[in-house]
């Protein structure tokens, strides 16, 4: 079993930076791609980026979040951050954190076995 635990949401404002942290536990052993999905009320859950075991391949959702947002882990302490710029209301949601380890890079949720609770971005107009 694998255990993820978010950090980093809260309440900004719109044009400002934010950090999201995910820190793995347990099972971690073998290839482990980790990913940051979103969800807003009603909606499904959809990818925000990932990035695979190494690090060397990552997938950001559309270009305008490859252009804002930057994701990136740290192998020695199983843990992998997004950073946030320029935030807009639109950011808003519920951000998650998945763990894969499953041969290849996954973009849809149904490719995670493993998922964090969820951390709250709330983005202020």
């Known amino acids: 079993q694998v255990q993820l635990v978010e950090s980093g949401g809260g309440l900004v404002q719109a044009g400002d930076s934010l950090t999201l942290s995910c820190a793995a536990s347990?099972?971690?052993?073998?290839?482990?791609?980790m990913a940051w999905f979103r969800q807003t009320p009603g909606k499904e859950r959809v990818l925000v980026a990932a990035?695979?075991?190494?690090?060397?391949?990552?997938?950001y959702a559309t270009p305008d979040v490859k252009d804002r947002f930057t994701i990136s882990r740290d192998n020695n302490r199983n843990t992998v951050n997004l950073e946030k710029k320029s935030l807009e209301p639109e950011d808003t949601a519920v951000y998650y954190c998945?763990?894969?380890?499953?041969?290849?890079?996954?973009?849809?949720?149904?490719?995670?076995?493993?998922w964090g609770q969820g951390t709250q971005v709330t983005v202020s107009s």
């Open positions: 998945a763990l894969d380890q499953s041969l290849g890079l996954h973009t849809v949720a149904s490719g995670y076995e493993f």
């Open positions: 347990g099972n971690t052993a073998g290839p482990i791609h």
């Open positions: 990035i695979s075991g190494a690090g060397y391949t990552i997938r």
